[in-house]
């Protein structure tokens, strides 16, 4: 399960690189997220510099926050971006068995059965979080399911398919939702029980199945390709869910004074995918020996903030740059320097209502690191404010501040 909003594809090159630099238009969706009304930041914080304790929370632009809403999960969880539901999943070994649960933030905690010999590759909540998304998958016999629940009436679809050669979506592969827009639930597809791979962006055509009766049925053969198997790449998907922004690397733009701090990848490219017509769009690219290195949607959806500049030696960008693109002209705007400490890694940033929130970690020299977030308003992302420090924090996406 990613511990971030961002989707996270790794594998290798093919053609994606060559679509990138092209360019065409697109149309509209359902089920997405309106990140103006969540002005919040969820959060999962992790305290300590070597410490494992962690706990989810929602952060206001002043810190206001109602407490751990998570404390210290055994399991992968993640909190729904209305505040209201929290999911666990993974292997429980006080019961030694693989759970998939979910639960009222105040609640009691709800089983969704978990066929023997399945494990749970991925849970989370859609982006208008009224459904959960999840992924199972076995060895024997080699299958998965994609399941469909809603929390709040219990109804539950799930479609069963083939993980071997003849996957409908290549040999051996399976897939994580990103979003159900119209009858099409677009996918991410990966070799279970592998890491380190991204097989593509596929849509399912769900055609009269998504409001089918309860139950379970063979996952449709319909299948379209949007995007190859190709390299690492990092995505967002827009408030509105139409658009996948992804930072890509180009070949032709190798990184210049980079120093890699083990396995790594390093990104130059910025682009989109309409999820309802396919066309993918080139929206930025860095300069000369540069990288770009965090991404994330204005409320409104009509821009990319993305960080980018210079690695100076080091393994990440050195005192970056935000800017902003349109998604449908292009047109790249420089906003201001996230910090002007050299010493600060910006791993993350989160646009909700109208703040900017972002994560600047800190090496230390005993080993670990320090991990502060800040929030600023969005028009002035330079005059930021700490709210809560850690030795690592996440940002899952925008949220609604609730009273526990």
């Given at each position: 399960m990613p511990k971030s909003r961002h989707i996270v594809f790794y594998g290798v090159i093919v053609a994606l690189l060559a679509a990138l630099w092209g360019s065409a238009s697109g149309v509209g969706t359902v089920g997405a997220q309106d990140s103006g009304e969540r002005p919040h930041a969820i959060a999962r914080v992790y305290e300590g510099p070597l410490s494992s304790e962690s706990y989810f929370t929602i952060f206001g632009p002043d810190g206001s926050n109602p407490g751990k809403l998570m404390a210290n999960p055994d399991q992968q969880g993640e909190l729904s971006g209305d505040g209201r539901w929290i999911v666990s999943?993974?292997?429980?070994?006080?019961?030694?068995?693989?759970?998939?649960?979910?639960?009222?933030?105040?609640?009691?905690?709800?089983?969704?059965?978990?066929?023997?010999?399945?494990?749970?590759?991925?849970?989370?909540?859609?982006p208008d979080a009224r459904m959960l998304f999840y992924t199972l998958a076995s060895l024997e016999p080699r299958q998965w399911i994609l399941g469909l629940f809603d929390p709040e009436t219990g109804r539950k679809i799930e479609f069963v398919g083939s993980s071997g050669d003849d996957s409908v979506l290549g040999p051996g592969l399976v897939a994580n939702a990103i979003s159900l827009v119209g009858e099409r639930m677009i996918l991410s597809a990966y070799l279970p029980f592998a890491g380190g791979n991204f097989g593509g962006i596929y849509a399912i055509n769900l055609t009269g199945l998504a409001a089918a009766a309860p139950g379970r049925y063979p996952l449709p053969t319909s299948v379209e390709q949007l995007l190859p198997a190709g390299p690492f790449i990092l995505a967002s998907l827009s408030p509105d869910g139409q658009w996948l922004a992804f930072l890509a690397f180009n070949e032709a733009n190798p990184p210049q004074n980079y120093s890699s701090f083990g396995p790594a990848a390093t990104f130059n490219a910025l682009g989109a995918l309409n999820l309802t017509t396919g066309e993918v769009r080139t929206l930025a690219q860095a300069g000369p020996g540069q990288g770009l290195e965090a991404l994330?949607?204005?409320?409104?959806?009509?821009?990319?903030?993305?960080?980018?500049?210079?690695?100076?030696?080091?393994?990440?960008?050195?005192?970056?740059?935000?800017?902003?693109?349109?998604?449908?002209?292009?047109?790249?705007?420089?906003?201001?320097?996230?910090?002007?400490?050299?010493?600060?890694?910006?791993?993350?940033?989160?646009?909700?209502?109208?703040?900017?929130?972002?994560?600047?970690?800190?090496?230390?020299?005993?080993?670990?690191?320090?991990?502060?977030?800040?929030?600023?308003?969005?028009?002035?992302?330079?005059?930021?404010?700490?709210?809560?420090?850690?030795?690592?924090?996440?940002?899952?996406?925008?949220?609604?501040?609730?009273?526990?």
């Open positions: 999943a993974g292997f429980d070994p006080a019961r030694n068995a693989e759970t998939l649960e979910y639960r009222p933030v105040n609640g009691r905690p709800t089983a969704i059965p978990v066929d023997a010999g399945f494990s749970v590759l991925n849970a989370h909540f859609s994330t949607w204005t409320p409104d959806g009509a821009n990319v903030l993305f960080t980018g500049g210079s690695y100076g030696g080091s393994y990440y960008i050195v005192t970056p740059n935000l800017y902003g693109v349109d998604i449908a002209t292009a047109t790249v705007v420089e906003r201001g320097q996230l910090t002007s400490n050299p010493a600060e890694v910006i791993t993350d940033i989160l646009a909700c209502g109208e703040t900017l929130y972002s994560v600047a970690n800190v090496d230390l020299a005993e080993g670990g690191r320090t991990a502060d977030l800040y929030a600023a308003p969005l028009d002035n992302p330079t005059a930021r404010t700490s709210l809560v420090s850690g030795s690592t924090i996440f940002l899952p996406g925008c949220g609604a501040l609730i009273t526990p």
